[in-house]
């Protein structure tokens, strides 16, 4: 059989580095790879009390089929986490999602015919590039520094390409960088949305995990004309398999995106969504995210102490306020993906993701994401001294 495939799957391929990573699975390797919380965190006795109560509760409610937008009560929880965070939400401005990337897959689907352009940070969440790529956009990518977009330069790329229909970023500890976009950013990226009728699709899985630093407010916060798509997950913050995320927007984008569930799979699992919403009820999230918070900056400073003992002085990393993942840049011409695959992995017995694929336009090699989260602090000191052994025997690049 030969199929004959839409235009749209030329886009649509394997990522370079999954063979690589796949490799991680292996146990006798340190992987820092993947975007996994610490397993070890997880709420599972409370998270087993509430599913056994919705599955037991009378007319099995919570296994039945329930409006596409999501349950009504959880809907309800997820404005008020909202407004607690200092975002205007009413129940009605959410829409529940089967994971906050389903999000971005609605926003690329919904606002770009191909050839658009999406704006987006340079480096960017590669998840995001491989919703978008089916869209068959075109990518504009736009510098970062400490402070995150650099905002004149986003100007110019507007100005630039009248054809922009969106401009991505995930403004609080950027996946891949770690960087957050500070708040004269924040400010002046509404306003150039604003000027240049652009949608901006802010992406937030990351915001509640901040340990150090001042909370800055949400993109959606500073919204005056209803254009910014808010995503928000609880993978983070409870637990990645519930599959549970949200989008707050405009009633004319989230109808859309609403039309968009419809197609896709009718509705997010009706027993996921009961089991968080009675832990909402029922537990304290806040209390929980404190003790993710508390675990997480001491892995980070962990990790950052080891790569600064360990490293070569000429690989530089950031040092994120929260999140998951600090971003390594080594010298000029260093191949990150060639040296995991010939050395990390088969000598070290480390994994972490090569940066290169990040990067939406001009690929950069000499770059790597490294997580803290998921590895105990034994494990972490482990695997990064024996990274750093490697990193020195190869000698300058």
């Known amino acids: 059989m030969s199929p004959h495939f839409a235009q749209r799957m030329e886009k649509v391929?394997?990522?370079?580095?999954?063979?690589?990573?796949a490799l991680g699975a292996d146990p006798s390797i340190i992987s820092f790879g993947g975007g996994y919380p610490d397993a070890s965190l997880f709420p599972a006795a409370q998270l087993e009390q509430v599913f056994r109560d919705v599955i037991r509760a009378p007319g099995g409610a919570a296994m039945q089929y329930a409006p596409s937008d999501g349950l009504p009560r959880l809907r309800e929880q997820i404005?008020?986490?909202?407004?607690?965070?200092?975002?205007?939400?009413?129940p009605e401005d959410v829409l529940v999602l089967q994971g906050s990337q389903q999000g971005l897959d609605f926003a690329a689907k919904m606002?770009?015919?191909?050839?658009?352009?999406?704006?987006?940070?340079?480096?960017?969440?590669?998840?995001?590039?491989?919703?978008?790529?089916?869209?068959?956009?075109?990518?504009?990518?736009?510098?970062?520094?400490?402070?995150?977009?650099?905002?004149?330069?986003?100007?110019?790329?507007?100005?630039?390409?009248?054809?922009?229909?969106?401009?991505?970023?995930?403004?609080?500890?950027?996946?891949?960088?770690?960087?957050?976009?500070?708040?004269?950013?924040?400010?002046?990226?509404i306003a150039l949305a604003n000027q240049y009728d652009v949608i901006v699709l802010e992406d937030t899985p990351y915001r509640h995990i901040r340990f150090a630093g001042e909370t800055l407010p949400t993109l959606k916060s500073l919204d005056t004309q209803g254009r910014v798509i808010h995503l928000g997950s609880f993978s983070k913050v409870l637990v990645p398999g519930l599959r549970i995320g949200w989008a707050v927007a405009a009633p004319a984008l989230l109808e859309k995106m609403a039309l968009l569930k419809v197609a896709a799979d009718t509705q997010t699992s009706t027993l996921n969504m009961a089991a968080t919403s009675l832990f909402l009820d029922r537990f304290d999230l806040t209390a929980h995210i404190d003790l993710l918070r508390r675990s997480y900056r001491h892995k980070k400073e962990v990790m950052l102490d080891a790569i600064r003992q360990h490293f070569p002085q000429d690989v530089?990393?950031?040092?994120?306020?929260?999140?998951?993942?600090?971003?390594?840049?080594?010298?000029?011409?260093?191949?990150?993906?060639?040296?995991?695959?010939?050395?990390?992995?088969?000598?070290?017995?480390?994994?972490?993701?090569?940066?290169?694929?990040?990067?939406?336009?001009?690929?950069?090699?000499?770059?790597?994401r490294i997580n803290y989260s998921a590895q105990s602090e034994d494990r972490i000191r482990e695997g990064i001294a024996a990274l750093g052994k490697a990193l020195r025997q190869a000698g300058p690049v």
């Not at 960088?177 to 924040?186: C, D, F, P």
């Not at 191949?335 to 090569?354: E, G, S, W």
């Open 111 to 189: 606002l770009v015919d191909p050839g658009d352009v999406i704006v987006t940070e340079d480096p960017t969440f590669l998840g995001a590039l491989i919703a978008f790529n089916p869209s068959q956009p075109a990518y504009v990518a736009i510098p970062m520094d400490a402070d995150g977009m650099r905002t004149d330069a986003l100007e110019v790329a507007l100005k630039a390409n009248p054809r922009a229909r969106m401009i991505y970023t995930v403004p609080d500890f950027q996946n891949p960088t770690g960087v957050t976009l500070s708040l004269e950013r924040r400010k002046h990226l």
């Open 316 to 368: 530089t990393v950031t040092d994120p306020e929260g999140g998951l993942f600090t971003w390594a840049s080594f010298p000029a011409g260093f191949d990150a993906t060639a040296f995991m695959r010939d050395v990390a992995l088969p000598l070290a017995r480390v994994a972490y993701v090569p940066g290169a694929t990040f990067f939406p336009v001009d690929e950069q090699p000499n770059h790597a």
């Open 13 to 21: 391929e394997p990522s370079a580095i999954k063979e690589l990573l």
């Open 79 to 90: 404005a008020a986490l909202m407004v607690n965070d200092g975002t205007p939400c009413r």
